[in-house]
């Protein structure tokens, strides 16, 4: 399984940005499509956005759509989460994710993730 490490979270105002990496090592991350996933304190963890193995397709909950943007270099390894317009809603501790999926032309969903950052704290507030 790949190894993931979520870095870029921290304190932002309403209306701020934020852009979350995910540096994945061990196996290529070309192998996999990668998600984000979200837990706010006192809520079960949530699912907001998938990106398939090339980055062609995505996928977002209609919470984050318009404002969220997944991406992801597999030339470095990495995945990213844009993030704009953040409210005070959106804190919560980001994970990223990854499962199998290579040559697969739609994004994973939720249940097809198998592997986990340790998460990255991400707070909204004036």
């Known amino acids: 399984q790949v190894l993931l490490a979520e870095s870029g979270g921290g304190s932002v105002q309403p209306g701020g940005s934020l852009r979350l990496s995910c540096a994945a090592s061990?196996?290529?991350?070309?192998?996999?499509?990668m998600g984000w996933f979200r837990q706010a304190p006192g809520k079960e963890r949530e699912f907001i956005a998938s990106?398939?193995?090339?980055?062609?397709?995505?996928f977002y909950v209609d919470s984050v759509k318009g404002r969220f943007t997944i991406s992801r270099d597999n030339t470095k390894n990495t995945a990213f989460l844009q993030m704009n317009n953040l409210k005070p809603e959106d804190t919560a501790v980001y994970y990223c994710?990854?499962?199998w999926g290579y040559g697969r032309s739609r994004p994973l969903v939720a249940a097809e993730f198998d592997g986990w950052g340790q998460g990255t704290q991400v707070t909204v507030t004036s």
């Open positions: 061990g196996r290529a991350l070309k192998n996999y499509g």
């Open positions: 994710a990854s499962g």
């Open positions: 990106i398939n193995w090339s980055g062609a397709t995505t």
